[in-house]
């Protein structure tokens, strides 16, 4: 049984979320103990009965990534608690296209914004630190292919992916020699409930699955990828 995160410490934020909740499954599944940002108590309530006998390693909490005094305030329970962190995996995001910049909600840049790129800052502003003083951490921010391939009728999406990107490579460059690892990586479209419900005609069975993703982020959080860092992956 693969148990390489046997005593480390994970945090997931969306982690009830259509990707995250299959990052989280797979970093208990590996031994991890796993703490969740969530904001439906029925996601999280299903995230824990998915867990089975792992459900003991799980803790989650009702938190706003977007309001720092609240980040702040539960991650330092958070340490106080497990006295580490040694992954933070930012799933918190959200999605919108369909229409020219000019005809799109002038509301919708500033919402992509918030989920895409601010969820990511706020997080690693409050996390960097405890890894800086730990000497070893691994950070990895899931934005988007969006982030490179700039597609039509998405502009306020693609924006906010290419700079959640950006804001990621340039952090790393600060990390440098800290022992803190810092990569994106870059879903297309996954194969989530939302998506099947969005696209029903769709061939879902072409679409990557959670679980292959979440792989993926394990691999970047894990002692194999030490080597790696201010990686942008396209999954
Ligand atoms: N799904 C795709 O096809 C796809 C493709 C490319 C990239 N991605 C990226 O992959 C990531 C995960 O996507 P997903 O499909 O898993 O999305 P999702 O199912 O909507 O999950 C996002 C999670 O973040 C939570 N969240 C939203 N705002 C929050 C806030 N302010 N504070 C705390 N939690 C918050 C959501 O909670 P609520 O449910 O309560 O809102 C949800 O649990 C996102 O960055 C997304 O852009 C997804």
């Given at each position: 049984?693969?148990?390489?995160?046997?005593?480390?410490?994970?945090?997931?934020?969306?982690?009830?979320?259509?990707?995250?909740?299959?990052?989280?499954?797979?970093?208990?599944?590996?031994?991890?103990?796993?703490?969740?940002?969530?904001?439906?108590?029925?996601?999280?309530?299903?995230?824990?009965?998915?867990?089975?006998?792992?459900?003991?390693?799980?803790?989650?909490?009702?938190?706003?990534?977007?309001?720092?005094?609240?980040?702040?305030?539960?991650?330092?329970?958070?340490?106080?608690?497990?006295?580490?962190?040694d992954?933070?995996?930012?799933?918190?995001?959200?999605?919108?296209?369909?229409?020219?910049?000019?005809?799109?909600?002038?509301?919708?840049?500033?919402?992509?914004?918030?989920?895409?790129?601010?969820?990511?800052?706020w997080?690693?502003?409050?996390?960097?630190?405890?890894?800086?003083?730990?000497?070893?951490?691994?950070?990895?921010?899931?934005?988007?292919?969006?982030?490179?391939?700039?597609?039509?009728?998405?502009?306020?999406?693609?924006?906010?992916?290419?700079?959640?990107?950006?804001?990621?490579?340039?952090?790393?460059?600060?990390?440098?020699?800290?022992?803190?690892?810092?990569?994106?990586?870059?879903?297309?479209i996954i194969?989530?409930?939302?998506?099947?419900?969005?696209?029903?005609?769709?061939?879902?069975?072409?679409?990557?699955?959670?679980?292959?993703?979440?792989?993926?982020?394990?691999?970047?959080?894990?002692?194999?990828?030490?080597?790696?860092?201010?990686?942008?992956?396209?999954?």
């Amino acid at each position: 049984m693969d148990k390489r995160f046997s005593a480390k410490k994970i945090l997931v934020a969306g982690g009830t979320g259509g990707l995250g909740r299959a990052v989280s499954l797979a970093f208990l599944e590996a031994g991890a103990t796993v703490i969740v940002t969530y904001r439906s108590q029925a996601e999280f309530d299903a995230l824990k009965s998915s867990a089975g006998a792992n459900a003991a390693q799980l803790e989650g909490h009702i938190v706003n990534v977007l309001d720092e005094a609240a980040l702040k305030t539960f991650v330092s329970g958070l340490i106080a608690k497990q006295g580490r962190l040694d992954a933070l995996v930012n799933a918190v995001g959200g999605y919108s296209a369909g229409a020219p910049l000019w005809e799109m909600d002038a509301k919708t840049l500033e919402q992509m914004l918030s989920l895409n790129l601010y969820a990511g800052y706020w997080l690693a502003r409050v996390v960097v630190p405890i890894m800086l003083k730990q000497g070893s951490g691994a950070i990895v921010n899931v934005a988007a292919t969006a982030a490179f391939n700039h597609m039509a009728s998405a502009s306020e999406y693609v924006a906010s992916k290419a700079a959640a990107a950006a804001m990621m490579n340039s952090l790393a460059a600060d990390l440098k020699g800290s022992g803190v690892r810092a990569n994106s990586i870059l879903p297309s479209i996954i194969d989530t409930a939302a998506n099947r419900q969005a696209m029903p005609n769709a061939d879902h069975a072409k679409w990557p699955k959670p679980e292959e993703i979440a792989r993926v982020i394990l691999f970047l959080c894990s002692e194999d990828a030490k080597l790696v860092h201010g990686a942008a992956i396209p999954v």
